[in-house]
């Protein structure tokens, strides 16, 4: 339904991009376009014509709307999520849980020190790759759980929040995650805490001049990080 106009009985429009919905399927995930067809949201434009509501959002993000669209139809938005099989965990020891390991990983002294969560090494964590994904993406995610928290929608931030952490292992060493982190700072710590944990174990960040001025202009987010290291060697001694 999402690519066909047939029992469409509502319009979202973005800017120039319009989209033919379906209030049985959007209106339960999206208190904020439930509240528009019951008369209940007195900020939103709401224009009846027929038996079709029209929300206006030209406001947001255009790219952040695409995406929430397709959230609504298929529970995921381009660029889309993909999780490969693991192979069965390498540790000496058993815990009783039955998640897989890394692809690549085998755990030992050396490695994870057999501290790898939830059986996933922290080169890797959180496990997954995002199919057909470019640096550009920081940014979109950062919006897409921008606008996700803006209307109500849980699943979408946390789903926003984990591909964010996805592009953050995968991209982590171009222009365009120093230029995504200060956008993350400036949108919520839940985000902006990504990069933090980004930074904190990819020390070598420390030396782009982009991260070392965001983090002499916000000594907050500098201690934050401090203590991320703090910890990891505090636990790496125990």
């Known amino acids: 339904l999402l690519h ?3 029992y469409s009985d509502m319009t979202v429009t973005c800017g120039k991009s319009t989209y033919k919905v379906h209030k049985a399927i959007v209106c339960p995930q999206v ?7 019951s008369f209940k949201e007195k900020q ?3 224009l009846q014509n027929g038996n079709s509501a029209n929300v206006d959002l030209s406001e947001d993000d255009p790219d952040a709307v695409e995406a929430l669209i397709h959230y609504l139809y298929k529970a995921d ?7 490969e099989k693991a192979e069965e965990h390498t540790c000496g020891w058993k815990t009783g849980f039955e998640h897989d390991a890394c692809i690549h990983h085998r755990c030992s002294p050396t490695t994870c020190a057999f501290k790898c969560r939830d059986r996933v090494c922290d080169l890797c ?5 995002i199919d057909g994904s470019a640096p550009a993406d920081l940014q979109l995610h950062i919006k897409v759980y921008q606008l996700a928290d803006m209307y109500q929608i849980d699943n979408l931030k946390i789903l926003a929040k984990h591909k964010l952490q996805i592009a953050c292992r995968m991209f982590w060493d171009t222009e365009e995650f120093v230029s995504a982190a200060r956008l993350a700072v400036d949108v919520d710590m839940a985000v902006g805490s990504v990069f933090c944990h980004t930074v904190a174990y990819r020390q070598v960040l420390l030396k782009k001049k982009g991260i070392a001025s965001m983090l002499e202009e916000n000594r907050t987010l500098a201690m934050y990080i401090l203590r991320l290291r703090a910890d990891d060697l505090i636990d790496s001694k125990l």
């Open 125 to 129: 964590f959180p496990a997954g790759y």
């Open 31 to 37: 208190p904020f376009f439930a509240g528009a067809v």
């Open 4 to 6: 066909s106009s047939d």
């Open 44 to 46: 939103l434009m709401y």
């Open 77 to 83: 938005y381009a660029p889309c999520l993909v999780t």
